[in-house]
């Protein structure tokens, strides 16, 4: 938990709305992917000096890069493209609520904060719309949920070391 709260909820009424233009839904998704990717160079251009700055942002430059293309792998699968980005209010606000920290030296915490309402935003409307589908059918979800909520051997158990000691 970051202990971050977001100011408002997501209206029911968007996942509705959105729910029938996946291409523009996942073309624009694919835009968020690609400027986490670019926000995380920012960070590392302007304050790669910081203990532990490189070690920890460059895998993530390379997994949102990867993210950034399994997105578009899913709109060319549905015969989609990318479309043009466009400018989104809510980063804009974010931004100068922040101060512009991107544009500033001594903007290190207000960038990684509007980098963390931003994925908490995006958490957000992804988990309202995978909400929306699994009510649809939920007997589907069930069945998802029980076949990966672990993995069969001789695959690792990728969050053993996550969970506590018993
Ligand atoms: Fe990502």
């Known amino acids: ?50 203990a532990g700055l490189v070690a920890r942002l460059t895998p993530l430059v390379r997994e949102e890069l990867d993210h950034f293309q399994r997105v578009l ?13 466009r400018p989104s209010p809510y980063t804009r606000g974010l931004l100068a609520a922040a101060g512009e920290p991107r544009r500033r030296a001594d903007g290190y915490l207000g960038a990684l904060l509007v980098a963390a309402l931003i ?13 929306d589908y699994i009510r649809l059918c939920p007997e589907q979800y069930w069945w998802i949920h029980q076949r ?17 000691a018993p």
């Open 148 to 164: 990966f909520k672990g993995r069969p051997a001789p695959l690792p158990d990728l969050y053993a070391a996550a969970r506590p």
């Open 119 to 131: 994925e908490m935003r995006s958490h957000e409307r992804f988990t309202r719309l995978l909400e």
């Open 73 to 85: 792998r899913e709109l060319a699968a549905r015969g989609e493209s990318l479309r043009p980005d």
């Open 1 to 50: 938990m970051s202990g971050l709260l977001l100011a408002s909820r997501t209206p029911a009424s968007w996942a509705p709305s959105v729910a029938g233009e996946l291409g523009a839904l996942l073309s624009d998704h694919a835009h968020c992917e690609l400027k986490a990717a670019a926000s995380a160079m920012t960070l590392l251009r302007r304050h790669g000096a910081r």
